[in-house]
Each structure stands twice: as C-alpha cells, then as structure tokens.
C-alpha cells in the first residue's frame, strides 16, 4: 500500500503562521506556507518606517530564507481567495491546493468604521506599503510647502493628523512630532516650524485604552509636552480630500491623515458561513480549531481567541503563543491524540511615546512608564526582529537617530 503524508496548509506568513511553521519543521508532513508577500513584516516598526526612523527593508525577512532549514516546508507566493472546507480546496489566484490540515493565519486589516470619506481620503497604517506611503506623504507636503505662498495652504500642508488614540497612534504622533522638529528645523529653512502641527485625534477620555488609566494620562502629557495636539473625545464625522470634519462642527485643514483607528479580521472568502463576532473574527474553539471543522485552526488577529471569558487584544505575542499551541495541537492530531486548549501567558505588552519616553504594562499588573519602558521596548523589539543583518541595521538607525536626529528625508517612491 502506498503511504500518503497528511500536507498541512498554513495561510499567512505573519507572527502566527510562522512561528507555527517553525515549530512544525521536522514533523512527518508536507508543509505549505501560503503568503500574498514573499517576505515576513514586522508590523510594530511600520511607524518607524512611516517617521523615516529605520529603511523600509529592515522590517521584512525573506520568506524563503525562514524556510531553508525546515526540509518537510515549502513555500508558494499567492493570495487567497477562497476556501471550501467541505472539499478541503483552497483556492490562490496562481492554482488551488487540497489539505489535510489547515491553519488560517491571514491577520487583519484597516476598518475605517463607516466614516465618510475615510476610506479614500485617510492613510491607512496596517501594511508596509502603507507606513511607505504615509513617509512620501509627509516628505511630499514638505516640499510642496516650501513654495508655497498661501500661508494657510502652507499650514495645512504642514499639519499632520492622526486619528487614533491606541499604541499605533500613539506612536506615530511622538516620532513624526520629532521628524517634524528636527527635520524641518534643520533642512527646509525658508519654511517656518511654527506652521507646522501633529495632530491626535482620539474618541476616548484617556489614550492607549488597553492599558491602565493613569499609563494614559501619562502618555498624554508627554505627547502634549512634546508639542503634540492631542485632542481627546474628538469624532471624525467625515474625511475630506485636505480636511477632517469633527462631530462638533468644526473642519481641521490637513493634508496628511493617518487612519490608526480600527482593524477587524482579515479572512478570505469561505464557501461555508463562518462563525464570525466582533470585528469580524473568527469565533473558534478553545483549542484553537474552528467548531465544524476540527481540520481547520484559525490564530492570530483574524480569530477570536478569549481567555478566562475575555477576548484576547490582537497583540503579537499573543500570535506568537497561539502559532506554538497549532503546531502542537496539529501534531497530537497526526498522532491520532485530542488537540489542548490554548492558554495565554501574558508577558504585557508595551508602546514607545517618543525618544527615551514609553509605557509598558508587565504581567497584566506591573505598569512602567518613561526612560525605563522606552528601553524596554526598544530591547524586546530588537530581540524579536527576524535576521541580524536587520537587527544590526535598526540599531545603527535608532543610534543615528539618537546622536543625531537624522532621519531618513528621501522620497521612497517619489509619488504625488
Ligand atoms: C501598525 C501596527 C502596529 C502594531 N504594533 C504592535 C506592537 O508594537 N506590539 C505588538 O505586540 N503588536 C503590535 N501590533 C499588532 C500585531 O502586529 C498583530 O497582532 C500581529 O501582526 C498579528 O499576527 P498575525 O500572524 O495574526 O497577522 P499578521 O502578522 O498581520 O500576518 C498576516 C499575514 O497573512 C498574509 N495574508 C493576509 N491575507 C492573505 C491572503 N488572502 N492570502 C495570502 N496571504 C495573506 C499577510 O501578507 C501577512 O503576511 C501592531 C499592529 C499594527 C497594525
């Protein structure tokens, strides 16, 4: 009789999808990493690609190198659109391809909420694509300013907004503050820097509502401190081309606005109804597997995944720990043994404000706020960032940076 081996799918090459395949390698199965992108991104630097902190490079790895040293894996490039569960066919725009097993791992993606205009008008910040765009925006309106006559043209080409007051928001608002500080200052002297503002719009009372209020407060006062505008219970009621319209009324020039809002599940067309919740996640068992298909996992920002009857965040680390549980669960299954419910162990979770400023909450109880946090997270970052030629190059950028204040002021695509 001829032996056939079970061939495990896994859709999405992010922080779950990958860890999964590296904790598959040397399992008795064809492996088949399926990605829309031939490289790996490391998501939480995208805003320091975005503030011309580190090259656009530097936050990818090459897909094929992760699997060099995995022999039973292999990789094809290709988006999916559609997946029949009850055939076991998943269907690329390149070919389709059957499974055994599969781990669907495709993340999320921008929800601009149904607000008017958002979608064309709004920069999204999901995709490295994405953090590229907002970079050339931002370089762009500079240079547009600098002849420009109309003083409130001017102004609202140099008036940047961010809407979104979480860790990406946050983010973005303490390092384009900087770039805009040191970078205007220093290379486009006939422009005024007085002219120029970051602005952060934010629905809530406090920022960064996932962690504890007074790590909020904090960060609010540092923004401020630092020459951010941080307006807080502010709605975006419509996104104009070059403007915002606030639920009070008022309309705020502006040529460049970041969209960091919301995201939901990122999931490709099924042929069976999923059992879908809030933002679109994929509602799945404890173990991780969906409920009528005890073939098929779902992990990382496109499940929901609660722990203790609470939802889980849609953090990296959480993607990490659930891409461990589906390759151990998957190789009980081969073995013919009952998969194990996930359980998370939360190490915290923390956001960088501005240069030596950020806040960290450790554990789920320690909170750590300033020179401290800053490091901490540029420490985790660094560890966790895939390939040493990266990691050498992040650090001599952030040392630059550091010494210097030199960002990076090139045009990556030059566009309009
Ligand atoms: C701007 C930003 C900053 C963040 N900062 C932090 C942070 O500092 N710390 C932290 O812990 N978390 C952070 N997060 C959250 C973190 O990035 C996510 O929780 C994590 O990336 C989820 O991992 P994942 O594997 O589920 O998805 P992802 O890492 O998004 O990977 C999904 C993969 O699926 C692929 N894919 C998607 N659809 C398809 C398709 N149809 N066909 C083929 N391939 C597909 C994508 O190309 C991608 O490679 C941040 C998120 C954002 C948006």
């Not at 007051?165 to 303490?174: D, H, P, S, Y």
């Not at 809030?278 to 991780?288: D, F, H, P, R, Y």
């Not at 722990?307 to 680390?317: D, E, T, V």
């Not at 401290?372 to 966790?384: F, Q, R, T, V």
Request: proline share 5%.
């Amino acid at each position: 009789m001829l032996y056939k081996k079970s061939r495990i799918i896994v859709i999405g090459a992010g922080f779950a999808g990958l860890r999964a395949i590296q904790k598959l390698a040397k399992v008795n199965a064809d492996i088949i990493l399926i990605d829309r992108n031939n490289y790996h991104t490391f998501i939480p630097l995208l805003y320091q690609v975005a503030a011309g902190f580190v090259p656009p490079e530097t936050v990818t790895y090459p897909l094929r190198k992760s699997l060099r040293s995995i022999a039973n894996a292999r990789f094809i490039q290709g988006k999916v659109q559609k997946i029949d569960f009850a055939a076991k066919v998943v269907q690329t725009e390149v070919m389709n391809l059957s499974y055994d097993y599969l781990v669907l791992a495709t993340g999320s993606r921008t929800k601009f909420l149904d607000v008017d205009g958002a979608a064309q008008y709004a920069l999204p910040m999901r995709a490295l694509s994405d953090a590229v765009n907002i970079h050339d925006r931002l370089i762009n309106n500079f240079e547009r300013a600098t002849i420009c006559q109309d003083r409130a043209r001017r102004m609202q080409l140099l008036t940047i907004t961010i809407i979104g007051g979480g860790a990406t928001g946050v983010e973005l608002a303490g390092s384009i503050q900087e770039l805009v500080k040191a970078t205007l200052a220093k290379n486009y002297p006939t422009i005024n820097s007085q002219e120029a503002s970051v602005i952060l719009l934010h629905s809530g009372a406090t920022l960064l509502q996932d962690y504890p209020e007074h790590l909020g407060n904090y960060t609010c006062r540092q923004l401020r401190r630092r020459g951010v505008k941080v307006h807080l219970r502010s709605r975006v009621s419509e996104v104009l081309p070059g403007a915002i319209k606030l639920n009070d009324g008022q309309l705020l020039e502006t040529a460049a606005i970041i969209w960091t809002a919301g995201v939901e599940a990122n999931h490709p067309e099924a042929e069976a109804e999923l059992p879908t919740a809030s933002k679109a996640k994929i509602q799945v068992e404890s173990t991780l597997q969906l409920p009528n298909y005890p073939q098929v996992y779902a992990v990382g920002d496109v499940a929901l995944v609660k722990q203790a009857g609470k939802p889980l965040l849609g953090i990296a680390p959480e993607a990490l720990q659930q891409g461990t549980t589906v390759a151990q669960n998957l190789k009980r299954q081969l073995r013919g043994l009952p998969p194990k419910p996930f359980n998370y162990f939360n190490k915290g979770k923390a956001a960088i404000i501005a240069r030596n400023s950020g806040v960290a909450y450790l554990f789920g109880k320690i909170p750590v706020q300033g020179f401290a946090a800053w490091l901490l997270w540029l420490g985790i970052h660094l560890y966790y960032l895939p390939g040493i030629a990266n990691r050498l190059v992040i650090l001599g950028s952030w040392l630059r940076d550091y010494l210097t204040r030199e960002r990076s002021m090139q045009q990556l695509f030059n566009h309009r």
